[in-house]
């Protein structure tokens, strides 16, 4: 098929898609194409989650605005359906891939899920057939990994039997659809008439700019994204750190410099998680790996943010020494184990390397999170003989917390706000400490 003949199927949504990885991003992408009328097929290995997304139900917990009713109503409509079966791809015109991209504890990218999704689509990919990778990739990527792994597996060649490109997600578990709707794109084409058949096909659920590129550049602007997002947040809990040595309040000290032109100074606190910040500088990193290059700003603030759960657990010794306590077999109880507020997304939480700290310096930890299923239980029981609770998510739950019945539960009042959440009025019965107030 030549590509103004898969242009056209795009811009009149004949051309059949599919979605390999039915996660946080292929989920509702899959959904929004089959809203917007294509013909769209799913691709997801856990068979636990193909079932439940062909009787109609989101397998995303959280709060997530319109994710459930969009994902009921297309495949009730049988626009979208799910399968694990990578052979009935083999008539579809799009393939979008959504598969994870981690680094492993040298920073290396695993892209164990990358390569098996290739391997196995290549040798049912559809001549002429336009393959999208929207997973976050180191840069090099494309031309590196994809480009070989699909033209050795389906023996053709790129921009002759098959096309390819790639478009960077940008979402943020609690804003799936918005974001999608909502954010610019940038579309790395194989050549600049596949970055434009891609802007087509994208147009129909993107309502903000599209902007077509090559590949590298699209590669290189999602990884230097999160990598200043990961930088200024870096800042931003280094200030915080100053601040408690100075006996200042980073939060006002926050307040005061934004209200200053052009200064945005980000958000201090317990850490930072996620899929995307904690992964992406190291994919950006990995790019000039063996060049003459020597990276310090980049590996300074991962650094910074990797180590605020510990410098949490080091506030919480200190506030437990003012209560006349130990950690040393103190019972913790901690609030929020996902790694974003209002939502189930445990990936890299800051309260994961929390917990582990806590229990090798000897204390009891007991964790409680609205959203994510093995710690949904009741939280006044869990506090029950705790001495201390410590806060890592501003789950909106959180922040009506009755205080006075968990003050009558716990045998310590002592709490420790890694958000800000209660800074302003903290709960006056509890000894009480907050990341970057000094």
Not at 132 to 152: K, R
Not at 346 to 359: D, I, Q, W
């Amino acid at each position: 098929m030549r590509l103004a003949e898969l242009q056209e199927k795009i811009e009149q949504k004949t051309a059949r898609l599919a979605v390999i990885g039915l996660g946080y991003v292929g989920l509702p992408v899959a959904a929004m194409f089959a809203e917007s009328g294509f013909d769209v097929l799913g691709v997801e290995i856990k068979t636990e989650r193909v079932e439940k997304i062909n009787a109609g139900l989101s397998p995303i917990e959280g709060e997530e605005p319109g994710l459930a009713e969009l994902l009921h109503k297309v495949v009730k409509s049988g626009q979208l359906r799910a399968t694990t079966d990578y052979s009935m791809i083999s008539d579809r015109d799009v393939i979008l891939i959504d598969v994870e991209t981690p680094v492993d504890d040298q920073h290396t990218p695993r892209y164990e899920a990358l390569r098996a999704s290739l391997r196995s689509l290549a040798p049912v990919l559809k001549p002429g057939a336009l393959v999208i990778v929207e997973s976050t990739i180191a840069p090099g990527t494309m031309s590196n990994v994809v480009q070989p792994l699909l033209e050795q597996g389906s023996g053709r060649r790129v921009n002759d039997g098959f096309y390819l490109g790639n478009c960077p997600e940008r979402v943020m578990p609690g804003k799936l659809l918005a974001n999608l709707r909502g954010l610019s794109r940038v579309v790395g084409g194989s050549s600049p008439e596949v970055a434009l058949a891609m802007t087509a096909l994208y147009r129909h659920i993107v309502q903000a700019d599209l902007d077509p590129v090559d590949w590298i550049t699209a590669e290189l602007v999602k990884t230097v994204e999160n990598a200043y997002r990961d930088v200024q947040i870096a800042f931003a809990n280094e200030v915080a750190l100053i601040c408690e040595a100075l006996g200042g309040d980073v939060w006002k000290v926050r307040e005061l410099v934004n209200k200053s032109p052009y200064r945005q100074m980000h958000l201090p606190g317990a850490g930072v998680g996620g899929h995307c910040i904690p992964k992406d500088p190291w994919l950006l990193a990995y790019g000039v790996q063996g060049q003459d290059i020597s990276l310090r700003m980049v590996p300074a603030a991962r650094q910074v943010n990797d180590e605020m759960p510990f410098h949490v657990a080091t506030l919480l010794e200190r506030t437990l020494a003012r209560a006349g306590r130990s950690l040393q077999g103190a019972r913790v109880l901690v609030l929020g184990y996902a790694y974003l507020e209002n939502s189930d997304d445990t990936r890299n939480s800051p309260s994961e390397a929390l917990v582990e700290h806590l229990k090798k310096k000897g204390a009891v930890v007991v964790v409680h999170d609205p959203y994510v299923a093995e710690y949904q239980k009741d939280l006044l029981t869990l506090a029950e003989g705790c001495d201390a609770a410590v806060l890592m998510v501003a789950h909106d739950a959180y922040r009506s917390l009755d205080f006075d019945a968990l003050r009558l539960r716990m045998s310590l009042p002592v709490l420790v706000d890694g958000r800000g959440v209660f800074r302003i009025s903290p709960p006056p019965a509890f000894v009480y400490a907050c990341v970057g107030v000094g």
